[in-house]
């Protein structure tokens, strides 16, 4: 809280959804993988087939966060909804995990 009266521009909490990138040796590899990750949750992830030939299975979370909390250093939110979600963001760390 500190560190956010002191801000003078725009603050915005942020939390990023889990990525996980995965280098297989052969597309049924990344088939299987990509199929245990859907059935996990992970419904943005997907196979991606280089140029080269390099397959690559990304392993992506659909749990992100982003919420403006002050703008041109006006706060805009409560420490009380701040605490909302801090609480909300390590839920959703929780599930990646």
Do not use: W
């Not at 006006?74 to 801090?86: A, D, P, T």
């Amino acid at each position: 809280m500190t560190a956010l009266e002191k801000a003078t521009g725009d603050v915005v909490f942020k939390f990023e959804p889990f990525v996980l990138h995965v280098l297989c040796r052969e597309l049924k590899d990344a088939q299987l993988l990509h199929s245990v990750a859907i059935d996990s949750g992970f419904r943005n992830s997907g196979i991606t087939v280089g140029r080269g030939g390099k397959i690559t299975m990304a392993v992506r979370s659909t749990h992100c966060l982003e919420v403006p909390l002050s703008h041109r250093g006006r706060l805009m939110v409560s420490e009380e909804y701040i605490e909302f979600l801090v609480h909300v963001a390590n839920q959703k760390m929780e599930e990646n995990i």
